[in-house]
């Protein structure tokens, strides 16, 4: 029998399990599931206040309304109304008191979506306003917090500080940022014989999502299974904001006794769900005539909102990351996780990391301003190396690619040239600024929660040879399905269209962890390829037994089994060790090695590695205006040794899409009365495809590979690329800093909108004036 290559194992780039049926409109998400007989549709009444005392709430005209059939408050809640994820603080409806603005009250449910939305509207509330905390600053200033603050240090700071020959000091400021999910929350929940519930839920943590509703219904674990085939997009919005919904349904779906669907509109998904934490970053920080730090504190604070959620390990995070690539020899981070009264922020692509690194590039923008350096050159100097590998965690870097890639990507995307095509392009240009900038990522890979570094797959075997994979990793249009059924062909050696990807379910793989943190692929991926080994390894000791040869004359090659001279397809080898009783399922089990953190003493392993990139954006501004122009962007990226191409870059381009959004067009308001105003796509703007630059190279480093035992030898690719688009703030940056020569630092905060870039071209006039006057300004305004 002639060898042939599988179709679609390691390395292949093949397409998305469900790129053809997204195109077509096929692919079924949970709102497009035939509904089962007497299915009702729920609704949820909100706050009209950001803190008050709940003095009345008269809920009869929502009960008499046309078509409801009830209607849920906390009192009705059988088990615990608290559905905080880590730490208590989260009602499923508040009680007594509201704490934001669109806080769920009740949960009405009735016989069509228009009736119930209509009659959440009709609830009688009658309010004591109490004093609402709505921003960091008011936080900071009467210390409310939602968790303590939490240090991290290595070395002697303050002297270092002292007696460093050049010392800056700065704050930065970055909003939060909305999921913008193309599917929104959904439920759909089926009661059951014996109290049973089956729940679909358009979540990330379908384990934790089963655990709520369970604390919710006041039933063991085992009665509730919670099933996701796909969702319409994540992003970290998913991982603990889905549950609250999936709890209503359940509890909706319990008290009538007939299965209840929770679908929200827009409008209230982004009033009652969390978002990106938005961040004050104060520092100081002292350096070298060369741009090396010597020493540096940061104080570090995070608006919460009004309960912990996941704040307390976001916020880890950006201390995590607060270093980003660069060697800190003597550094203090003191991180604030301040309560306010607005939704409860979140989880979000980055986790925290993000706030982290725009701390230290703004540190690292400013040092150059101050000095006259590229500020690239500055960034050189200050990575890690040899010598000066410890972080502030003290974990040791040992896996350091950057000098290298930068170097890559500083030559392919032509970085010196341009930049001085640029310098004289703004010496003749009085209105049009140009700007480039070329920054690196250095994300953490893994859970800095240790326990959550765990993964379970099946993997069944049919007697055709068809295979049947299941795994706690959840399909967010990310790809995790087709890689994990990739890793699995490839360990069997079967094409990929044999291997069968199933909705992740609770009742298949229990206790899992949230397809999060960027691990899904090492976590689920290792786990189902244990599952795949074990098979491997019976039908290996079954074929050396039953044709009497040493077990390493059994391979598996190519869609064949070959024993010792003799060879057959894997079907034909399926039905023969079925006939012979041989075990054709097995579960996989991963947790990942070597991690270890003392939160205590702030020092330990968190992470397994490190994945690494760099991006090289340029930009115009029209100094009139504020507007500005993406006109290239030039991003390299490692992802060790890519299971599949096509969906590696794929998340790299749409990582930096939405880190650009972040960072310069989406823009979240809040009132005076703490109301979100900006709740809809006519008022919150994500990027769209105008956006993106018409000149757009994206490369992945061919030289990365993983050092660590990773699956495959690949690395992360979800949440690093978004990191990127940091380069796209400092391009802006640049421009704007080039009406003062490039040695004054603009007073630019993100997102870095229209408007706030022509307040920091003004401020910069101003102070570029009261410098020199004249310097910085263009020749027109000068004679004026």
Same mark, same amino acid.
């Given at each position: 029998?002639?060898?042939?290559?599988?179709?679609?194992?390691?390395?292949?780039?093949?397409?998305?399990?469900?790129?053809?049926?997204?195109?077509?409109?096929?692919?079924?998400?949970?709102?497009?599931?035939?509904?089962?007989?007497?299915?009702?549709?729920?609704?949820?009444?909100?706050?009209?206040?950001?803190?008050?005392?709940?003095?009345?709430?008269?809920?009869?005209?929502?009960?008499?309304?046309?078509?409801?059939?009830?209607?849920?408050?906390?009192?009705?809640?059988?088990?615990?109304?608290?559905?905080?994820?880590?730490?208590?603080?989260?009602?499923?409806?508040?009680?007594?008191?509201?704490?934001?603005?669109?806080?769920?009250?009740?949960?009405?449910?009735?016989?069509?979506?228009?009736? %119930?939305?209509? +009659? /959440?509207? @009709? #609830?009688?509330?009658?309010? &004591?306003?109490?004093?609402?905390? =709505?921003?960091?600053? *008011?936080?900071?200033?009467?210390?409310?917090?939602?968790?303590?603050?939490?240090?991290?240090?290595?070395?002697?700071?303050?002297?270092?500080?002292?007696?460093?020959?050049?010392?800056?000091?700065?704050?930065?400021?970055?909003?939060?940022?909305?999921?913008?999910?193309?599917?929104?929350?959904?439920?759909?929940?089926?009661?059951?014989?014996?109290?049973?519930?089956?729940?679909?839920?358009?979540?990330?943590?379908?384990?934790?999502?089963?655990?709520?509703?369970?604390?919710?219904?006041?039933?063991?674990?085992?009665?509730?299974?919670?099933?996701?085939?796909?969702?319409?997009?994540?992003?970290?919005?998913?991982?603990?904001?889905?549950?609250?919904? %999936?709890?209503? +349904? /359940?509890? @909706? #779906?319990?008290?009538?006794? &007939?299965?209840?669907?929770?679908? =929200?509109?827009?409008? *209230?998904?982004?009033?009652?769900?969390?978002?990106?934490?938005?961040?004050?970053?104060?520092?100081?920080?002292?350096?070298?005539?060369?741009?090396?730090?010597?020493?540096?504190?940061?104080?570090?604070?995070?608006?919460?909102?009004?309960?912990?959620?996941?704040?307390?390990?976001?916020?880890?995070?950006?201390?995590?990351?607060?270093?980003?690539?660069?060697?800190?020899?003597?550094?203090?981070?003191?991180?604030?996780?301040?309560?306010?009264?607005?939704?409860?922020?979140?989880?979000?692509?980055?986790?925290?990391?993000?706030?982290?690194?725009?701390?230290?590039?703004?540190?690292?923008?400013?040092?150059?301003?101050?000095?006259?350096?590229?500020?690239?050159?500055?960034?050189?100097?200050?990575?890690?190396?040899?010598? &000066?590998?410890?972080?502030?965690?003290?974990?040791?870097?040992?896996?350091?690619?950057?000098?290298?890639?930068?170097?890559?990507?500083?030559?392919?995307?032509?970085?010196?040239?341009?930049?001085?095509?640029?310098?004289?392009?703004?010496?003749?240009?009085?209105?049009?600024?140009?700007?480039?900038?070329?920054?690196?990522?250095?994300?953490?890979?893994?859970?800095?929660?240790?326990?959550?570094?765990?993964?379970?797959?099946?993997?069944?075997?049919?007697?055709?040879?068809?295979?049947?994979?299941?795994?706690?990793?959840?399909?967010?249009?990310?790809?995790?399905?087709?890689?994990?059924?990739?890793?699995?062909?490839?360990?069997?050696?079967?094409?990929?269209?044999?291997?069968?990807?199933?909705?992740?379910?609770?009742?298949?793989?229990?206790?899992?962890?949230?397809?999060?943190?960027?691990?899904?692929?090492?976590?689920?991926?290792?786990?189902?390829?244990?599952?795949?080994?074990?098979?491997?390894?019976?039908?290996?000791?079954?074929?050396?037994?039953?044709?009497?040869?040493?077990?390493?004359?059994?391979?598996?090659?190519?869609?064949?089994?070959?024993?010792?001279?003799?060879?057959?397809?894997?079907?034909?080898?399926?039905?023969?060790?079925?006939?012979?009783?041989?075990?054709?399922?097995?579960?996989?089990?991963?947790?990942?090695?070597?991690?270890?953190?003392?939160?205590?003493?702030?020092?330990?392993?968190?992470?397994?590695?490190?994945?690494?990139?760099?991006?090289?954006?340029?930009?115009?501004?029209?100094?009139?205006?504020?507007?500005?122009?993406?006109?290239?962007?030039?991003?390299?990226?490692?992802?060790?040794?890519?299971?599949?191409?096509?969906?590696?870059?794929?998340?790299?381009?749409?990582?930096?899409?939405?880190?650009?959004?972040?960072?310069?067009?989406?823009?979240?308001?809040?009132?005076?009365?703490?109301?979100?105003?900006?709740?809809?796509?006519?008022?919150?703007?994500?990027?769209?495809?105008?956006?993106?630059?018409?000149?757009?190279?994206?490369?992945?480093?061919?030289?990365?590979?993983?050092?660590?035992?990773?699956?495959?030898?690949?690395?992360?690719?979800?949440?690093?690329?978004?990191?990127?688009?940091?380069?796209?703030?400092?391009?802006?940056?640049?421009?704007?800093?080039?009406?003062?020569?490039?040695?004054?630092?603009?007073?630019?905060?993100?997102?870095?909108?229209?408007?706030?870039?022509?307040?920091?071209?003004?401020?910069?006039?101003?102070?570029?004036?009261?410098?020199?006057?004249?310097?910085?300004?263009?020749?027109?305004?000068?004679?004026?």
């Amino acid at each position: 029998m002639a060898e042939r290559a599988i179709r679609g194992g390691l390395r292949a780039a093949v397409p998305h399990d469900s790129a053809a049926r997204h195109v077509a409109g096929e692919a079924l998400y949970i709102d497009d599931l035939p509904e089962p007989a007497g299915t009702l549709y729920a609704a949820v009444g909100l706050s009209a206040k950001a803190h008050a005392e709940i003095v009345r709430m008269d809920l009869d005209r929502v009960r008499s309304a046309p078509g409801v059939v009830a209607v849920v408050r906390a009192e009705d809640v059988p088990g615990s109304n608290d559905i905080g994820p880590v730490y208590p603080g989260d009602p499923l409806f508040a009680e007594g008191v509201a704490e934001y603005a669109g806080q769920a009250l009740f949960a009405v449910v009735a016989t069509t979506v228009e009736q %119930a939305r209509r +009659a /959440a509207c @009709l #609830a009688a509330v009658e309010y &004591r306003e109490l004093e609402a905390i =709505l921003t960091v600053e *008011d936080a900071l200033a009467k210390e409310a917090t939602v968790l303590p603050s939490h240090e991290m240090s290595r070395g002697d700071p303050e002297p270092a500080l002292a007696g460093a020959p050049h010392r800056l000091s700065g704050r930065i400021k970055m909003g939060g940022q909305d999921h913008f999910y193309l599917e929104g929350q959904v439920a759909l929940a089926v009661p059951g014989e014996d109290g049973d519930m089956l729940v679909w839920s358009s979540t990330q943590h379908p384990s934790e999502v089963q655990h709520l509703i369970a604390k919710v219904l006041d039933r063991p674990h085992n009665a509730v299974t919670v099933e996701v085939r796909r969702m319409g997009g994540g992003f970290g919005g998913k991982e603990t904001q889905a549950a609250p919904f %999936a709890c209503m +349904a /359940a509890l @909706l #779906a319990q008290h009538t006794g &007939r299965p209840v669907k929770l679908r =929200l509109d827009r409008d *209230d998904d982004m009033l009652l769900t969390g978002k990106r934490h938005d961040f004050v970053i104060d520092y100081e920080v002292g350096f070298d005539g060369d741009g090396r730090i010597q020493s540096i504190v940061f104080e570090q604070a995070a608006r919460c909102g009004f309960s912990p959620d996941l704040s307390a390990a976001i916020a880890d995070r950006a201390m995590f990351h607060a270093d980003n690539a660069y060697h800190l020899p003597h550094v203090r981070i003191t991180s604030h996780r301040c309560k306010t009264h607005t939704v409860s922020n979140t989880a979000f692509r980055g986790f925290g990391g993000p706030q982290g690194m725009m701390g230290i590039e703004k540190v690292i923008d400013a040092i150059a301003r101050e000095l006259g350096l590229d500020p690239l050159e500055v960034r050189r100097r200050n990575l890690y190396g040899p010598g &000066r590998d410890v972080t502030p965690y003290h974990m040791r870097v040992e896996d350091n690619i950057l000098p290298e890639l930068i170097d890559e990507l500083a030559q392919t995307a032509n970085y010196t040239r341009r930049r001085e095509a640029i310098a004289t392009f703004n010496r003749t240009s009085p209105v049009l600024k140009r700007g480039l900038a070329l920054t690196p990522v250095k994300f953490g890979i893994s859970f800095t929660v240790t326990h959550l570094n765990q993964a379970g797959a099946l993997v069944h075997v049919y007697t055709d040879g068809s295979v049947h994979l299941n795994h706690g990793g959840t399909e967010m249009g990310q790809g995790l399905m087709t890689k994990v059924a990739q890793i699995v062909a490839e360990e069997l050696q079967v094409d990929l269209d044999r291997v069968k990807i199933s909705a992740t379910s609770t009742g298949k793989v229990p206790n899992t962890s949230a397809t999060a943190a960027s691990a899904a692929t090492d976590l689920n991926g290792a786990a189902a390829q244990a599952a795949a080994r074990t098979i491997k390894g019976r039908l290996i000791d079954f074929l050396a037994g039953h044709f009497e040869v040493p077990p390493e004359q059994v391979t598996f090659r190519q869609g064949e089994v070959h024993i010792g001279e003799q060879s057959m397809s894997f079907a034909k080898l399926a039905r023969l060790a079925h006939q012979n009783r041989v075990q054709l399922s097995a579960t996989g089990f991963y947790r990942t090695p070597r991690i270890w953190y003392d939160r205590a003493r702030a020092r330990g392993r968190p992470f397994f590695y490190f994945a690494y990139g760099a991006a090289c954006s340029e930009v115009a501004v029209d100094t009139l205006t504020g507007e500005y122009r993406l006109l290239r962007a030039d991003l390299l990226h490692d992802v060790g040794r890519s299971i599949n191409p096509a969906i590696d870059l794929g998340q790299i381009e749409g990582g930096f899409v939405q880190g650009m959004g972040w960072l310069t067009a989406e823009e979240l308001c809040w009132n005076e009365r703490g109301e979100l105003t900006t709740h809809a796509p006519s008022t919150y703007k994500i990027p769209t495809a105008s956006d993106v630059p018409a000149d757009f190279r994206v490369r992945i480093f061919e030289r990365g590979v993983n050092r660590e035992q990773v699956v495959a030898r690949s690395k992360a690719v979800g949440e690093p690329p978004l990191m990127l688009a940091i380069s796209v703030f400092h391009a802006i940056n640049d421009a704007i800093a080039s009406l003062a020569g490039g040695r004054i630092s603009p007073a630019l905060d993100a997102p870095a909108t229209p408007e706030r870039v022509l307040f920091a071209i003004e401020d910069i006039r101003r102070r570029a004036a009261a410098a020199a006057p004249g310097v910085g300004i263009p020749a027109a305004q000068a004679a004026e």
